[in-house]
Protein backbone atom coordinates (compact mmCIF):
# COMPACT_ATOMS: atom_id res chain seq x y z
CA UNK A 1 0.00 0.00 0.00
CA UNK A 2 2.93 2.19 0.83
CA UNK A 3 4.52 1.76 -2.36
CA UNK A 4 0.75 2.75 -4.15
CA UNK A 5 0.91 5.82 -2.23
CA UNK A 6 4.30 6.60 -3.13
CA UNK A 7 3.49 5.98 -6.45
CA UNK A 8 0.09 8.40 -6.30
CA UNK A 9 2.30 11.03 -4.90
CA UNK A 10 5.35 10.62 -7.87
CA UNK A 11 2.50 10.76 -10.53
CA UNK A 12 1.25 13.75 -9.05
CA UNK A 13 4.47 15.71 -9.13
CA UNK A 14 4.92 14.60 -12.38
CA UNK A 15 2.53 15.88 -13.81
CA UNK A 16 2.35 19.71 -12.98
CA UNK A 17 6.25 19.60 -13.77
CA UNK A 18 4.94 17.96 -17.55
CA UNK A 19 2.33 21.41 -17.42
CA UNK A 20 4.84 23.82 -16.48
CA UNK A 21 7.85 22.55 -19.02
CA UNK A 22 5.10 22.43 -21.76
CA UNK A 23 4.41 25.75 -20.80
CA UNK A 24 7.88 27.02 -21.11
CA UNK A 25 8.14 25.20 -24.40
CA UNK A 26 5.73 27.21 -25.97
CA UNK A 27 6.64 30.71 -24.33
CA UNK A 28 10.44 29.96 -25.74
CA UNK A 29 8.84 29.13 -29.07
CA UNK A 30 6.16 32.29 -29.07
CA UNK A 31 9.40 34.74 -27.98
CA UNK A 32 11.31 32.90 -31.10
CA UNK A 33 8.91 32.90 -33.97
CA UNK A 34 6.56 35.99 -32.33
CA UNK A 35 6.86 39.54 -32.98
CA UNK A 36 10.04 41.38 -31.39
CA UNK A 37 9.07 43.32 -28.20
CA UNK A 38 10.70 46.29 -30.22
CA UNK A 39 9.21 46.08 -33.41
CA UNK A 40 6.73 48.72 -35.23
CA UNK A 41 4.36 48.07 -37.54
CA UNK A 42 4.00 51.36 -38.66
CA UNK A 43 7.06 52.57 -38.48
CA UNK A 44 8.93 49.62 -40.32
CA UNK A 45 5.98 50.46 -43.20
CA UNK A 46 7.30 53.99 -43.20
CA UNK A 47 10.81 53.34 -43.78
CA UNK A 48 10.15 50.72 -46.29
CA UNK A 49 7.29 53.49 -48.45
CA UNK A 50 10.36 55.96 -47.70
CA UNK A 51 12.92 53.93 -49.70
CA UNK A 52 10.42 53.15 -52.27
CA UNK A 53 10.00 57.33 -52.99
CA UNK A 54 14.03 57.63 -52.59
CA UNK A 55 13.94 54.79 -55.46
CA UNK A 56 11.79 56.62 -57.64
CA UNK A 57 13.35 59.99 -57.36
CA UNK A 58 16.70 57.66 -58.39
CA UNK A 59 14.82 56.56 -61.00
CA UNK A 60 13.68 60.15 -62.61
CA UNK A 61 16.98 61.63 -61.96
CA UNK A 62 18.96 58.56 -63.73
CA UNK A 63 16.90 58.51 -66.93
CA UNK A 64 17.41 62.31 -67.17
CA UNK A 65 20.71 62.15 -66.88
CA UNK A 66 21.01 59.19 -69.73
CA UNK A 67 18.62 61.29 -71.70
CA UNK A 68 21.10 64.48 -71.47
CA UNK A 69 24.17 61.86 -71.79
CA UNK A 70 22.84 60.55 -74.72
CA UNK A 71 21.89 63.81 -76.73
CA UNK A 72 25.14 65.44 -75.92
CA UNK A 73 27.10 62.52 -77.70
CA UNK A 74 24.77 62.52 -80.74
CA UNK A 75 24.03 66.56 -81.24
CA UNK A 76 28.41 66.73 -80.76
CA UNK A 77 29.52 64.19 -82.69
CA UNK A 78 27.17 64.88 -85.70
CA UNK A 79 27.71 68.98 -85.44
CA UNK A 80 31.64 68.19 -85.42
CA UNK A 81 31.56 65.19 -88.04
CA UNK A 82 29.60 67.73 -90.54
CA UNK A 83 31.90 70.89 -89.71
CA UNK A 84 35.03 68.66 -90.64
CA UNK A 85 33.33 66.92 -94.02
CA UNK A 86 32.30 70.30 -95.21
CA UNK A 87 35.97 71.24 -95.54
CA UNK A 88 37.23 70.29 -99.04
CA UNK A 89 40.82 70.26 -98.34
CA UNK A 90 39.85 67.51 -95.64
CA UNK A 91 37.64 65.62 -97.57
CA UNK A 92 40.74 65.36 -100.58
CA UNK A 93 43.47 64.42 -97.94
CA UNK A 94 41.74 62.11 -96.15
CA UNK A 95 39.07 60.54 -97.97
CA UNK A 96 39.17 61.52 -101.97
CA UNK A 97 38.00 58.77 -103.60
CA UNK A 98 34.66 57.97 -101.11
CA UNK A 99 32.63 60.98 -101.88
CA UNK A 100 31.86 61.93 -98.40
CA UNK A 101 29.44 65.15 -99.31
CA UNK A 102 27.17 62.21 -100.88
CA UNK A 103 27.11 60.86 -98.14
CA UNK A 104 26.33 63.16 -95.60
CA UNK A 105 23.51 63.90 -97.27
CA UNK A 106 22.88 60.37 -97.11
CA UNK A 107 23.19 60.35 -93.26
CA UNK A 108 20.66 63.42 -92.93
CA UNK A 109 18.23 62.12 -95.18
CA UNK A 110 18.28 58.51 -92.85
CA UNK A 111 17.72 60.58 -89.81
CA UNK A 112 15.27 62.81 -90.66
CA UNK A 113 13.25 60.42 -92.96
CA UNK A 114 13.15 57.10 -91.51
CA UNK A 115 11.32 58.19 -88.38
CA UNK A 116 8.24 59.15 -90.50
CA UNK A 117 7.13 55.24 -90.03
CA UNK A 118 8.24 55.33 -87.06
CA UNK A 119 4.20 55.07 -85.55
CA UNK A 120 3.95 51.80 -86.75
CA UNK A 121 6.33 49.40 -84.84
CA UNK A 122 6.83 52.54 -81.72
CA UNK A 123 4.30 51.17 -79.32
CA UNK A 124 4.98 47.61 -80.30
CA UNK A 125 8.71 47.90 -80.00
CA UNK A 126 7.71 49.65 -76.72
CA UNK A 127 5.54 46.93 -75.32
CA UNK A 128 7.45 43.85 -76.78
CA UNK A 129 10.65 45.10 -74.75
CA UNK A 130 9.18 46.93 -72.00
CA UNK A 131 9.92 50.59 -71.63
CA UNK A 132 13.04 50.62 -69.53
CA UNK A 133 14.59 47.82 -72.48
CA UNK A 134 13.32 50.26 -74.86
CA UNK A 135 15.22 52.88 -73.75
CA UNK A 136 18.30 50.78 -73.26
CA UNK A 137 18.06 49.66 -76.66
CA UNK A 138 17.65 52.91 -77.97
CA UNK A 139 20.60 54.35 -76.04
CA UNK A 140 22.71 51.78 -77.68
CA UNK A 141 21.97 52.26 -81.13
CA UNK A 142 23.16 55.64 -80.63
CA UNK A 143 26.39 54.16 -79.48
CA UNK A 144 26.19 52.16 -82.64
CA UNK A 145 26.70 55.50 -84.33
CA UNK A 146 29.61 56.66 -82.61
CA UNK A 147 31.43 53.68 -82.85
CA UNK A 148 30.53 53.66 -86.59
CA UNK A 149 32.79 57.41 -87.04
CA UNK A 150 36.02 55.07 -85.98
CA UNK A 151 35.77 53.75 -89.81
CA UNK A 152 33.96 56.01 -91.82
CA UNK A 153 32.72 54.66 -94.72
CA UNK A 154 29.21 54.20 -96.28
CA UNK A 155 28.21 50.93 -95.48
CA UNK A 156 29.36 52.57 -91.66
CA UNK A 157 27.97 55.76 -91.64
CA UNK A 158 24.44 55.74 -93.48
CA UNK A 159 23.01 52.41 -91.57
CA UNK A 160 24.06 53.34 -88.33
CA UNK A 161 22.24 57.13 -89.39
CA UNK A 162 19.24 54.78 -90.35
CA UNK A 163 19.26 52.98 -87.12
CA UNK A 164 19.18 56.45 -85.46
CA UNK A 165 16.42 57.60 -86.94
CA UNK A 166 14.14 54.22 -86.35
CA UNK A 167 14.71 54.73 -82.49
CA UNK A 168 14.12 58.63 -82.76
CA UNK A 169 10.56 57.96 -81.58
CA UNK A 170 10.75 54.90 -79.94
CA UNK A 171 13.86 56.42 -77.30
CA UNK A 172 11.63 59.92 -76.81
CA UNK A 173 8.31 58.04 -75.99
CA UNK A 174 9.70 55.21 -73.46
CA UNK A 175 11.15 58.35 -72.20
CA UNK A 176 7.57 60.71 -71.68
CA UNK A 177 6.06 57.26 -70.60
CA UNK A 178 8.89 56.10 -67.90
CA UNK A 179 8.69 59.80 -66.24
CA UNK A 180 4.97 59.72 -66.16
CA UNK A 181 4.64 56.58 -64.53
CA UNK A 182 7.68 57.45 -61.85
CA UNK A 183 5.36 60.09 -60.97
CA UNK A 184 2.12 58.03 -60.23
CA UNK A 185 4.49 55.71 -58.72
CA UNK A 186 5.49 58.19 -56.67
CA UNK A 187 2.51 59.58 -55.69
CA UNK A 188 1.05 56.05 -54.46
CA UNK A 189 3.61 55.60 -52.52
CA UNK A 190 3.12 58.73 -50.42
CA UNK A 191 -0.39 58.15 -50.20
CA UNK A 192 -0.10 54.34 -49.47
CA UNK A 193 -1.96 54.82 -45.91
CA UNK A 194 -5.16 56.73 -47.80
CA UNK A 195 -4.86 53.86 -50.53
CA UNK A 196 -5.33 51.33 -47.58
CA UNK A 197 -7.76 53.19 -45.71
CA UNK A 198 -10.00 53.98 -49.08
CA UNK A 199 -9.24 50.98 -50.90
CA UNK A 200 -12.80 50.92 -52.65
CA UNK A 201 -13.15 54.67 -53.50
CA UNK A 202 -12.32 56.15 -57.09
CA UNK A 203 -8.95 58.44 -56.52
CA UNK A 204 -9.26 61.94 -57.64
CA UNK A 205 -8.27 62.56 -61.32
CA UNK A 206 -5.64 65.33 -60.32
CA UNK A 207 -4.39 63.48 -57.69
CA UNK A 208 -0.78 63.12 -58.93
CA UNK A 209 -0.57 65.94 -61.27
CA UNK A 210 1.75 67.73 -58.85
CA UNK A 211 4.00 65.13 -59.31
CA UNK A 212 4.01 64.74 -63.02
CA UNK A 213 4.87 68.90 -62.64
CA UNK A 214 7.70 68.28 -60.83
CA UNK A 215 9.66 64.95 -62.73
CA UNK A 216 8.90 66.53 -66.06
CA UNK A 217 10.23 69.72 -64.66
CA UNK A 218 13.74 67.56 -63.79
CA UNK A 219 13.91 66.13 -66.56
CA UNK A 220 14.06 68.72 -69.30
CA UNK A 221 16.19 70.73 -66.84
CA UNK A 222 18.54 68.37 -67.12
CA UNK A 223 17.88 67.57 -71.33
CA UNK A 224 18.15 71.00 -72.21
CA UNK A 225 21.74 70.78 -70.58
CA UNK A 226 22.66 68.27 -73.50
CA UNK A 227 22.80 71.27 -75.76
CA UNK A 228 25.82 73.00 -73.45
CA UNK A 229 27.62 69.79 -73.02
CA UNK A 230 27.39 68.43 -77.22
CA UNK A 231 29.09 72.14 -77.83
CA UNK A 232 32.30 70.80 -75.57
CA UNK A 233 34.12 68.41 -78.47
CA UNK A 234 34.09 72.25 -80.92
CA UNK A 235 35.45 73.84 -77.50
CA UNK A 236 38.08 72.38 -76.27
CA UNK A 237 39.07 70.34 -79.88
CA UNK A 238 38.00 71.70 -83.13
CA UNK A 239 37.53 75.56 -82.37
CA UNK A 240 41.66 75.05 -82.17
CA UNK A 241 41.70 74.14 -85.90
CA UNK A 242 39.10 76.80 -87.36
CA UNK A 243 39.88 79.88 -89.63
CA UNK A 244 38.41 83.17 -88.34
CA UNK A 245 35.00 84.83 -89.90
CA UNK A 246 37.08 87.34 -92.32
CA UNK A 247 37.92 83.87 -94.02
CA UNK A 248 35.37 81.92 -93.49
CA UNK A 249 33.18 84.63 -94.44
CA UNK A 250 34.71 86.51 -96.69
CA UNK A 251 32.04 86.02 -99.75
CA UNK A 252 28.76 85.99 -97.72
CA UNK A 253 27.11 89.30 -98.42
CA UNK A 254 23.14 88.42 -96.80
CA UNK A 255 22.66 87.35 -93.03
CA UNK A 256 19.11 86.44 -91.89
CA UNK A 257 15.75 87.58 -93.40
CA UNK A 258 17.79 88.15 -96.51
CA UNK A 259 19.14 85.17 -96.64
CA UNK A 260 18.19 82.20 -98.94
CA UNK A 261 18.87 78.55 -98.32
CA UNK A 262 21.52 77.39 -95.39
CA UNK A 263 24.41 80.40 -95.57
CA UNK A 264 25.41 81.05 -99.08
CA UNK A 265 28.12 81.89 -99.93
CA UNK A 266 30.10 80.65 -96.90
CA UNK A 267 33.80 79.43 -97.92
CA UNK A 268 34.53 76.07 -98.48
CA UNK A 269 37.25 76.07 -96.71
CA UNK A 270 37.26 76.11 -93.10
CA UNK A 271 39.78 74.33 -91.33
CA UNK A 272 43.36 76.36 -91.47
CA UNK A 273 45.23 73.05 -90.28
CA UNK A 274 44.07 69.44 -90.30
CA UNK A 275 43.45 67.77 -87.20
CA UNK A 276 45.42 64.57 -86.58
CA UNK A 277 43.86 61.61 -86.34
CA UNK A 278 45.23 60.18 -83.37
CA UNK A 279 43.52 63.73 -82.08
CA UNK A 280 40.75 62.75 -84.08
CA UNK A 281 40.24 59.27 -82.25
CA UNK A 282 41.19 60.09 -79.00
CA UNK A 283 37.33 62.25 -79.09
CA UNK A 284 35.49 59.95 -80.27
CA UNK A 285 36.79 57.51 -77.79
CA UNK A 286 35.89 60.21 -75.25
CA UNK A 287 32.17 60.61 -76.60
CA UNK A 288 32.05 56.41 -77.08
CA UNK A 289 32.26 56.18 -73.34
CA UNK A 290 30.01 58.59 -72.91
CA UNK A 291 27.50 56.79 -74.45
CA UNK A 292 28.61 53.75 -72.78
CA UNK A 293 27.85 55.46 -69.83
CA UNK A 294 24.29 56.43 -70.35
CA UNK A 295 23.41 52.66 -70.98
CA UNK A 296 25.14 51.76 -67.76
CA UNK A 297 23.09 54.27 -66.06
CA UNK A 298 19.84 53.52 -67.55
CA UNK A 299 20.93 49.33 -67.08
CA UNK A 300 22.23 49.20 -63.39
CA UNK A 301 20.12 52.94 -62.20
CA UNK A 302 16.86 53.03 -64.14
CA UNK A 303 13.95 50.34 -62.26
CA UNK A 304 11.55 48.76 -64.29
CA UNK A 305 8.21 51.01 -65.18
CA UNK A 306 6.04 48.38 -64.41
CA UNK A 307 5.55 45.24 -61.93
CA UNK A 308 5.93 41.91 -64.14
CA UNK A 309 2.48 40.74 -64.65
CA UNK A 310 1.33 44.76 -65.54
CA UNK A 311 4.00 44.57 -68.73
CA UNK A 312 2.32 40.78 -69.00
CA UNK A 313 -1.19 42.43 -69.36
CA UNK A 314 -0.34 45.08 -71.35
CA UNK A 315 1.49 42.92 -74.02
CA UNK A 316 -1.60 40.35 -73.81
CA UNK A 317 -3.85 42.57 -75.30
CA UNK A 318 -3.07 41.60 -78.65
CA UNK A 319 0.00 42.96 -81.13
CA UNK A 320 -2.73 44.06 -83.81
CA UNK A 321 -4.46 45.71 -80.74
CA UNK A 322 -1.36 47.65 -79.97
CA UNK A 323 -0.90 48.39 -83.72
CA UNK A 324 -4.31 50.32 -84.05
CA UNK A 325 -4.51 51.92 -80.61
CA UNK A 326 -2.33 54.91 -81.56
CA UNK A 327 -4.25 55.22 -84.58
CA UNK A 328 -7.95 55.31 -83.05
CA UNK A 329 -6.37 57.50 -80.32
CA UNK A 330 -6.16 60.20 -83.08
CA UNK A 331 -9.70 60.72 -82.47
CA UNK A 332 -9.74 62.03 -79.16
CA UNK A 333 -10.27 66.08 -80.03
CA UNK A 334 -7.90 66.46 -77.33
CA UNK A 335 -5.46 65.04 -79.18
CA UNK A 336 -6.43 66.42 -82.39
CA UNK A 337 -6.06 69.77 -81.28
CA UNK A 338 -2.88 69.51 -79.60
CA UNK A 339 -1.30 68.10 -83.22
CA UNK A 340 -0.37 72.06 -84.39
CA UNK A 341 1.49 72.39 -80.64
CA UNK A 342 3.49 69.12 -81.41
CA UNK A 343 4.25 70.23 -85.16
CA UNK A 344 5.37 73.62 -83.98
CA UNK A 345 7.32 71.96 -80.98
CA UNK A 346 9.38 70.16 -84.02
CA UNK A 347 9.69 73.20 -85.93
CA UNK A 348 11.17 75.53 -83.23
CA UNK A 349 14.11 73.30 -82.14
CA UNK A 350 15.45 72.72 -85.38
CA UNK A 351 15.31 76.04 -86.60
CA UNK A 352 17.44 76.96 -83.63
CA UNK A 353 20.23 74.47 -84.11
CA UNK A 354 20.31 75.25 -88.13
CA UNK A 355 18.21 78.45 -89.29
CA UNK A 356 18.72 80.76 -86.67
CA UNK A 357 22.32 79.48 -85.41
CA UNK A 358 24.09 79.16 -89.34
CA UNK A 359 21.79 82.28 -91.20
CA UNK A 360 22.22 85.22 -87.90
CA UNK A 361 24.74 83.44 -85.57
CA UNK A 362 27.50 82.18 -87.37
CA UNK A 363 26.89 84.75 -90.48
CA UNK A 364 27.44 87.86 -87.83
CA UNK A 365 29.93 86.14 -85.69
CA UNK A 366 31.61 83.45 -87.43
CA UNK A 367 32.00 79.49 -87.08
CA UNK A 368 34.23 79.95 -83.90
CA UNK A 369 31.32 81.37 -82.25
CA UNK A 370 28.58 79.02 -82.96
CA UNK A 371 29.00 77.03 -80.41
CA UNK A 372 28.93 79.42 -77.56
CA UNK A 373 25.63 80.65 -79.37
CA UNK A 374 23.84 77.12 -78.93
CA UNK A 375 25.15 77.27 -75.47
CA UNK A 376 23.60 80.35 -74.21
CA UNK A 377 20.46 78.84 -75.92
CA UNK A 378 21.01 75.44 -73.50
CA UNK A 379 21.73 76.75 -70.53
CA UNK A 380 19.04 79.55 -70.67
CA UNK A 381 16.59 76.24 -71.62
CA UNK A 382 17.70 74.54 -68.85
CA UNK A 383 17.52 77.17 -66.05
CA UNK A 384 13.81 78.23 -67.25
CA UNK A 385 12.30 74.82 -67.52
CA UNK A 386 11.82 75.39 -63.73
CA UNK A 387 9.40 77.92 -64.93
CA UNK A 388 7.04 75.16 -65.58
CA UNK A 389 6.66 74.86 -61.45
CA UNK A 390 4.49 77.85 -61.89
CA UNK A 391 1.79 75.22 -63.19
CA UNK A 392 1.44 74.48 -59.02
CA UNK A 393 -0.22 77.30 -58.46
CA UNK A 394 -1.62 78.71 -62.17
CA UNK A 395 -3.45 77.30 -64.74
CA UNK A 396 -1.75 74.98 -66.92
CA UNK A 397 -2.73 76.87 -70.00
CA UNK A 398 0.09 80.09 -68.55
CA UNK A 399 3.58 78.82 -69.70
CA UNK A 400 2.33 77.27 -73.04
CA UNK A 401 0.93 80.70 -73.69
CA UNK A 402 3.95 82.33 -72.09
CA UNK A 403 6.78 80.20 -73.83
CA UNK A 404 4.53 80.96 -77.67
CA UNK A 405 4.11 84.72 -76.82
CA UNK A 406 8.00 84.46 -76.51
CA UNK A 407 8.70 82.71 -79.60
CA UNK A 408 6.44 85.17 -81.49
CA UNK A 409 7.54 88.53 -80.79
CA UNK A 410 10.70 86.58 -81.54
CA UNK A 411 10.15 85.39 -84.75
CA UNK A 412 8.60 88.48 -85.84
CA UNK A 413 12.13 90.41 -84.88
CA UNK A 414 13.58 87.65 -86.68
CA UNK A 415 11.54 88.22 -89.79
CA UNK A 416 12.46 91.92 -89.36
CA UNK A 417 16.18 92.18 -89.31
CA UNK A 418 18.50 91.25 -91.12
CA UNK A 419 22.12 91.50 -89.06
CA UNK A 420 25.41 92.69 -90.90
CA UNK A 421 28.37 89.94 -91.98
CA UNK A 422 31.33 90.00 -89.80
CA UNK A 423 30.20 92.53 -87.26
CA UNK A 424 30.44 91.34 -83.67
CA UNK A 425 29.30 93.95 -82.43
CA UNK A 426 25.94 92.18 -82.91
CA UNK A 427 26.98 89.90 -80.86
CA UNK A 428 24.64 90.47 -77.40
CA UNK A 429 21.90 90.65 -79.05
CA UNK A 430 22.34 87.78 -80.61
CA UNK A 431 22.94 85.82 -77.40
CA UNK A 432 19.75 87.42 -76.17
CA UNK A 433 17.68 86.08 -78.46
CA UNK A 434 18.72 82.65 -78.07
CA UNK A 435 18.81 82.41 -74.72
CA UNK A 436 14.90 83.87 -74.94
CA UNK A 437 14.63 81.13 -77.77
CA UNK A 438 15.76 79.01 -74.81
CA UNK A 439 13.29 80.16 -72.37
CA UNK A 440 10.24 79.58 -75.22
CA UNK A 441 11.54 76.45 -76.03
CA UNK A 442 11.77 75.43 -72.14
CA UNK A 443 7.91 76.69 -71.58
CA UNK A 444 7.27 74.76 -74.53
CA UNK A 445 8.38 71.58 -74.29
CA UNK A 446 7.81 70.87 -70.51
CA UNK A 447 4.46 72.41 -71.10
CA UNK A 448 3.52 69.76 -73.43
CA UNK A 449 4.48 67.07 -71.58
CA UNK A 450 3.27 67.90 -68.56
CA UNK A 451 -0.20 68.69 -70.32
CA UNK A 452 0.09 64.75 -71.76
CA UNK A 453 0.62 63.58 -68.54
CA UNK A 454 -2.85 65.22 -67.22
CA UNK A 455 -4.78 64.82 -69.59
CA UNK A 456 -3.95 60.92 -70.28
CA UNK A 457 -3.09 59.15 -67.12
CA UNK A 458 -4.15 55.56 -67.51
CA UNK A 459 -1.70 53.52 -67.84
CA UNK A 460 -2.19 51.32 -70.63
CA UNK A 461 -2.14 54.61 -72.78
CA UNK A 462 0.26 56.62 -72.00
CA UNK A 463 2.70 54.88 -74.33
CA UNK A 464 0.57 55.61 -77.01
CA UNK A 465 0.09 59.50 -76.45
CA UNK A 466 4.05 59.85 -76.19
CA UNK A 467 4.22 57.81 -79.21
CA UNK A 468 1.69 60.48 -81.26
CA UNK A 469 3.33 63.38 -79.88
CA UNK A 470 6.68 62.64 -80.51
CA UNK A 471 5.91 61.27 -83.91
CA UNK A 472 4.17 64.38 -85.31
CA UNK A 473 6.99 66.35 -83.99
CA UNK A 474 9.73 63.83 -86.05
CA UNK A 475 7.13 64.77 -88.88
CA UNK A 476 8.04 68.20 -88.68
CA UNK A 477 11.53 67.64 -88.16
CA UNK A 478 11.32 66.51 -91.26
CA UNK A 479 9.34 69.11 -93.13
CA UNK A 480 12.08 71.24 -91.80
CA UNK A 481 15.00 69.07 -93.46
CA UNK A 482 13.00 69.47 -96.88
CA UNK A 483 12.81 72.85 -96.95
CA UNK A 484 16.19 74.32 -95.84
CA UNK A 485 16.54 75.31 -99.34
CA UNK A 486 13.96 78.05 -99.09
CA UNK A 487 14.07 82.00 -98.26
CA UNK A 488 14.54 82.90 -94.89
CA UNK A 489 11.33 84.97 -94.83
CA UNK A 490 8.96 81.74 -96.13
CA UNK A 491 10.91 79.93 -92.94
CA UNK A 492 9.81 82.41 -90.69
CA UNK A 493 6.49 82.82 -92.12
CA UNK A 494 5.55 79.31 -91.90
CA UNK A 495 6.77 78.92 -88.43
CA UNK A 496 4.64 82.24 -87.45
CA UNK A 497 1.48 80.86 -88.83
CA UNK A 498 1.71 77.22 -87.50
CA UNK A 499 2.43 78.98 -84.06
CA UNK A 500 -0.63 81.03 -84.38
CA UNK A 501 -2.63 77.97 -85.40
CA UNK A 502 -1.29 75.76 -82.59
CA UNK A 503 -2.38 78.82 -79.94
CA UNK A 504 -5.48 78.35 -81.25
CA UNK A 505 -6.33 75.22 -81.20
CA UNK A 506 -4.91 74.70 -77.81
CA UNK A 507 -7.11 77.44 -76.67
CA UNK A 508 -10.03 75.99 -78.12
CA UNK A 509 -9.35 72.74 -76.77
CA UNK A 510 -9.12 73.79 -73.16
CA UNK A 511 -12.56 75.72 -73.37
CA UNK A 512 -14.09 72.27 -74.73
CA UNK A 513 -12.41 70.25 -71.43
CA UNK A 514 -13.67 73.14 -69.09
CA UNK A 515 -17.49 72.73 -71.00
CA UNK A 516 -17.09 68.63 -70.07
CA UNK A 517 -16.96 68.06 -73.85
CA UNK A 518 -17.63 63.95 -73.75
CA UNK A 519 -14.56 61.86 -75.06
CA UNK A 520 -13.79 59.26 -78.13
CA UNK A 521 -11.56 56.93 -76.91
CA UNK A 522 -10.45 53.51 -78.06
CA UNK A 523 -11.39 50.62 -75.38
CA UNK A 524 -8.60 48.97 -74.13
CA UNK A 525 -9.02 45.36 -74.53
CA UNK A 526 -8.77 43.29 -71.54
CA UNK A 527 -5.26 41.16 -71.55
CA UNK A 528 -5.44 37.30 -72.68
CA UNK A 529 -3.15 34.85 -70.97
CA UNK A 530 -2.14 31.61 -72.74
CA UNK A 531 -2.46 28.97 -70.04
CA UNK A 532 0.30 27.02 -71.49
CA UNK A 533 3.45 27.06 -69.78
CA UNK A 534 2.10 29.19 -66.31
CA UNK A 535 -0.50 29.30 -64.73
CA UNK A 536 -1.77 32.99 -64.53
CA UNK A 537 -4.17 34.00 -61.75
CA UNK A 538 -6.70 37.22 -62.22
CA UNK A 539 -6.52 39.43 -58.75
CA UNK A 540 -10.02 38.09 -56.54
CA UNK A 541 -9.71 34.22 -58.41
CA UNK A 542 -9.63 31.29 -57.20
CA UNK A 543 -6.95 28.69 -57.93
CA UNK A 544 -9.53 26.62 -59.54
CA UNK A 545 -11.56 27.36 -62.11
CA UNK A 546 -10.08 30.87 -63.09
CA UNK A 547 -8.25 30.24 -66.45
CA UNK A 548 -9.82 31.19 -69.96
CA UNK A 549 -13.19 32.98 -67.93
CA UNK A 550 -11.93 36.53 -67.51
CA UNK A 551 -12.35 37.84 -70.63
CA UNK A 552 -16.22 36.23 -71.52
CA UNK A 553 -18.05 39.30 -70.22
CA UNK A 554 -15.37 41.25 -72.85
CA UNK A 555 -16.15 38.69 -75.64
CA UNK A 556 -20.11 39.89 -75.68
CA UNK A 557 -18.92 43.55 -76.12
CA UNK A 558 -18.01 45.54 -79.10
CA UNK A 559 -14.18 45.36 -79.36
CA UNK A 560 -13.86 48.48 -81.48
CA UNK A 561 -14.38 51.43 -79.31
CA UNK A 562 -16.09 52.61 -76.12
CA UNK A 563 -19.27 54.17 -75.55
CA UNK A 564 -20.12 54.18 -72.17
CA UNK A 565 -18.70 53.66 -68.52
CA UNK A 566 -15.29 52.60 -68.79
CA UNK A 567 -15.48 52.44 -72.27
CA UNK A 568 -15.82 56.46 -72.84
CA UNK A 569 -13.78 57.45 -69.79
CA UNK A 570 -14.24 61.17 -68.90
CA UNK A 571 -10.44 61.69 -68.60
CA UNK A 572 -9.90 65.26 -67.17
CA UNK A 573 -13.21 67.03 -66.87
CA UNK A 574 -11.03 69.38 -65.11
CA UNK A 575 -10.80 72.69 -65.38
CA UNK A 576 -8.38 74.70 -67.03
CA UNK A 577 -5.48 74.79 -64.10
Sequence with gaps: MEKDINGC?????????????????????????????DYNEEEEEQK?????????????????????LTYSVYLGLLQMQLILHYDETYREVKYSNIRLEDIDRKVLMGINVTPVAALL?????IRFFGTKWAMFLAIGIYALFVSSNYWERYYTLVPSAVAIGMVIVPLWASMG?????????????????????KEKQQAPRDACNAYIIVFQTIFYSCFHLSFVCAQMPMVFFLNNYLYQLNHTLFAVRHCGTLSHGTLPGFNKTVLQSLPRSVNLIIVESALMAAAFLAMLVVLVLCGAAYRPMEEIDMRSIGWGNIFQLPFKHMRDYRLRHLFPLFIYSGFEVLFVCTGFSLNYGVCALGLERLAYLLMAYGFSASVCSSLALCMLRLRRH??????????????????CWAPEPRYLAQAPLLYSIAALWGTGSALNKTGISILLGMLYKKKERQDFIFTIYHW??????????????????????????????????????ERKVAWNMEVRLPRIPRPRHKTRGYRYLEDNSDETGSDGDGDKEDDDRHPTEATREDELPKEDGELLG
Design 9 to 37: QDGAKTEPSTRLGTEGTETQLDDFVGPHP
Design 48 to 68: YFRRKRLGVIKNVVAASLAGT
Design 121 to 125: YTPIL
Design 177 to 197: TYIMRMAQKYHEYINYKEEQE
Design 398 to 415: IPLLAGALIHTVLLVTLF
Design 472 to 509: WQALAIFAVYLWSGLPMKAKLSIMLLTLVVAVGTYLWM
